[in-house]
């Protein structure tokens, strides 16, 4: 059984940072790819960055150059780094394992002065 649990959310006014974590209990976390997703109130959730196994990444076009996913396979855990958030960045973000299916319980971001 798969278990990931997010941190890092917070409140951030527009053109600040934040760095999302996900920490991985259970399974082979090397051999998945990893990513985020985000639910916006109202919205569909959507996603916002995948890494693949070897490191391979892939961004929503609305974050690309100011969104970094990166994964430590010996901590078993994946990062959102989100630079120049913007209020349109407001959600809950969400860390998934795609191909088992297991999501963590999410983590609010709110960007606003």
């Known amino acids: 059984q798969v278990q990931l649990v997010e941190s890092g959310g917070g409140l951030v006014q527009p053109g600040g940072s934040l760095r999302l974590s996900c920490a991985a209990s259970?399974?082979?976390?090397?051999?998945?790819?990893m990513a985020w997703y985000r639910q916006a109130p109202g919205k569909q959730r959507e996603p916002v960055a995948v890494?693949?196994?070897?490191?391979?990444?892939n961004y929503r076009d609305s974050v690309k150059g100011r969104f970094t996913i990166s994964r430590d396979n010996d901590k078993k855990t994946v990062y959102l780094q989100m630079s120049s958030l913007k209020p349109e960045d407001t959600a809950v973000y969400y860390c998934?394992?795609?191909?088992?299916?297991?999501w963590g319980q999410g983590t609010q971001v709110t960007v606003s002065s």
């Open positions: 890494i693949s196994s070897s490191g391979d990444t």
């Open positions: 998934t394992n795609p191909v088992l299916n297991y």
């Open positions: 259970g399974g082979i976390f090397s051999m998945y790819s």
